[in-house]
């Protein structure tokens, strides 16, 4: 570690052409004879939530045994950070069930209820959904994080939804649009577009003519090209370890501004049946991939601790044909306990989990404070449904990965006693990351064995 005398702000970022770029945990931004001490005793944790749609294939999905983890078909991409992953069996999320001559709704109320243990209240004979069903638990993070960082919260999604109107059997859009609800009536709106995301981190700030000079700076030069000078005079005051560190750094957000200036060049090409909002890329890998690096880099810049994303909406009917699955998504879970279609879901769900997979990695290889950015978060994977087949919010499928800042013991598969609330992991992993929560939803308690008491 560079020890100085000399000490950056946290708080540093580099300003040009209204653009400003926040910078990663450098060692000289930790006060001299202090380092090691704070970073090691303090390591700034970051909290995300990851939803995949309707349900899982189950038989693809629990490993055989408890105790070591024994990596199962659809786990098999997370091999490279298994020892950072932590696969939890039993849990419920029982508020997602249906209530007396409530009727149908199945799907909207098991995504509403994933990070709100809360039961999603259907319209009342109106044109509009009457919404209310509870504070998520990445919004309770966020209310006591907002003042460390830019950004409260960052709310991600591949598959947009409106969150106005009916959608499903009289159910409010917004319960199948969002995973983040900042109290029991207001959805907060998931960003589906990688320039909108771009700009909201690293953008327009400082000018009245903001659209005439994002226009001129996607024209003529990058975000990173317009704070050229200031990054100069910056390394000038770093040692050798930040100075690499920093370009490693600067280096992702320029990949990921070609990436979007790609996917604007090629938004205008025709693509039959298929309708994107400009800077989206065609192929969905790819577009999954670009949104999981402005989350890391979000996270690795200290931008915001706290986000959610959405890889797909419940009902989500998106096919797959690059993987073999050209049915639509909702009609394949849809199995009846076939070999053939639970073979055909689990092709799917793997995809998914590679996506994740290759996140969860390059966050395990970026280097924070005394550890790497995997080591200080927590990051919940999961379905709202088990058995997407009987739409079941029992036995879920979720995941925990990274070391919670050491409070987290990975490698494991756990099963829980049936029917514990999921509700019970969100206080677990709001306790580890420091926040304190005495209730959610219908949680009942936390969880001693994440940490592997």
């Known amino acids: 570690?560079?020890?100085?005398?000399?000490?950056?702000?946290?708080?540093?970022?580099?300003?040009?052409?209204?653009?400003?770029?926040?910078?990663?945990?450098?060692?000289?931004?930790?006060?001299?004879?202090?380092?090691?001490?704070?970073?090691?005793?303090?390591?700034?944790?970051?909290?995300?939530?990851?939803?995949?749609?309707?349900?899982?294939?189950?038989?693809?999905?629990?490993?055989?045994?408890?105790?070591?983890?024994?990596?199962?078909?659809?786990?098999?991409?997370?091999?490279?950070?298994?020892?950072?992953?932590?696969?939890?069996s039993g849990m419920a999320n029982e508020e997602a069930k249906q209530w007396l001559d409530e009727g149908d709704g199945d799907h909207s109320r098991c995504q509403a209820a994933f990070l709100t243990g809360a039961h999603a209240m259907k319209a009342s004979g109106t044109t509009n959904a009457t919404l209310e069903v509870g504070v998520s638990m990445d919004q309770l993070a966020a209310r006591e994080l907002r003042e460390d960082t830019q950004l409260a919260s960052l709310e991600l999604s591949l598959e947009a939804n409106d969150l106005a109107g009916q959608c499903e059997d009289g159910y409010g859009c917004a319960y199948s649009a969002t995973l983040a609800w900042s109290d029991k009536n207001t959805p907060l709106p998931m960003e589906t577009n990688p320039r909108a995301v771009f700009e909201h981190l690293f953008g327009a700030v400082g000018t009245t003519e903001t659209e005439a000079r994002l226009r001129a700076l996607r024209r003529d030069r990058s975000i990173l090209d317009s704070v050229s000078a200031e990054i100069t005079d910056l390394q000038r005051q770093l040692g050798r370890g930040d100075r690499s560190k920093l370009a490693g750094y600067l280096d992702s957000v320029r990949d990921i501004e070609r990436r979007i200036q790609i996917a604007e060049s090629q938004s205008d090409r025709e693509l039959p049946d298929v309708v994107q909002p400009a800077g989206v890329p065609a192929v969905f890998e790819e577009y999954a991939d670009l949104m999981f690096d402005l989350m890391l880099v979000a996270f690795q810049a200290d931008l915001t601790r706290v986000s959610s994303f959405l890889v797909g909406r419940e009902k989500s009917v998106r096919?797959?044909?690059?993987?073999?699955?050209?049915?639509?998504?909702?009609?394949?879970?849809?199995?009846?306990?076939?070999?053939?279609?639970?073979?055909?879901?689990?092709?799917?769900?793997?995809?998914?989990?590679?996506?994740?997979?290759?996140?969860?990695?390059?966050m395990a290889a970026t280097q924070d404070g005394d550890g790497s950015l995997l080591d200080h978060s927590a990051v919940i994977y999961g379905a709202g449904m088990g058995?997407?087949?009987?739409?079941?919010?029992?036995?879920?499928?979720?995941?925990?990965?990274?070391?919670?800042?050491?409070?987290?013991?990975?490698?494991?598969?756990?099963?829980?006693?049936?029917?514990?609330?999921?509700?019970?992991?969100?206080?677990?992993?709001?306790?580890?990351?420091?926040?304190?929560?005495?209730?959610?939803?219908?949680?009942?308690?936390?969880?001693?064995?994440?940490?592997?008491?």
Not at 42 to 66: C, D, F, H, T
């Open 319 to 362: 096919t797959f044909p690059e993987i073999g699955v050209a049915d639509p998504h909702h009609p394949t879970s849809h199995h009846r306990q076939r070999p053939e279609q639970l073979a055909k879901l689990s092709k799917i769900n793997t995809f998914h989990m590679q996506i994740f997979g290759r996140f969860l990695e390059k």
């Open 1 to 88: 570690m560079f020890i100085t005398k000399r000490c950056l702000s946290r708080r540093t970022v580099l300003r040009g052409l209204g653009a400003s770029v926040a910078l990663p945990l450098l060692d000289g931004m930790v006060p001299a004879l202090q380092a090691t001490r704070l970073t090691a005793a303090r390591p700034v944790k970051r909290m995300g939530a990851v939803y995949v749609p309707n349900g899982m294939s189950m038989p693809y999905w629990v490993p055989a045994a408890e105790g070591r983890l024994e990596l199962t078909p659809i786990l098999t991409p997370l091999a490279p950070v298994q020892d950072q992953v932590l696969v939890l």
């Open 387 to 453: 058995n997407s087949n009987a739409h079941d919010p029992l036995d879920l499928p979720i995941v925990l990965a990274g070391g919670g800042g050491g409070t987290i013991k990975g490698g494991r598969h756990v099963r829980l006693p049936e029917g514990t609330p999921l509700a019970n992991m969100h206080l677990t992993v709001l306790g580890k990351m420091g926040i304190p929560a005495e209730r959610l939803g219908d949680a009942t308690g936390d969880l001693p064995i994440v940490s592997g008491v």
